[in-house]
């Protein structure tokens, strides 16, 4: 299984997620800058999605899951599990937290928080 994870290098909650992930042997993840990958961020922003809702992963080229649907599908594939619920409190609490986390960090070290 190929996965591919675009994500904010320059937010620090992402950017220790996605290197925490050790995907099983049986997937391939490949990690992409999002502000290093324009194009393929417009793309997504025709099929509905936007980066700056959340990180998008895409797997085999067809699949497309974003913010807690993609944390949710992560968390099912890595050896070293982070405990993220697949429950209301997560999805609509803990991670509307983080989001705005993600935003206060940026604008503190004077990084934009659009991408």
Known sequence: MKIELYYDKECPFCNSYANYLII??????ILFNAREHKTEIEEFQVKGFDINDGFIIKVD??????????IVFLNTLVKHKVYFPDNYFFRKIIYTIIKYFR???LLISLKSTKI
């Open 24 to 29: 099983k042997e049986k997937s391939e993840l």
């Open 61 to 70: 080229n067809n699949i497309i899951y974003q913010g807690v649907d993609a």
């Open 103 to 105: 935003k206060i960090i």
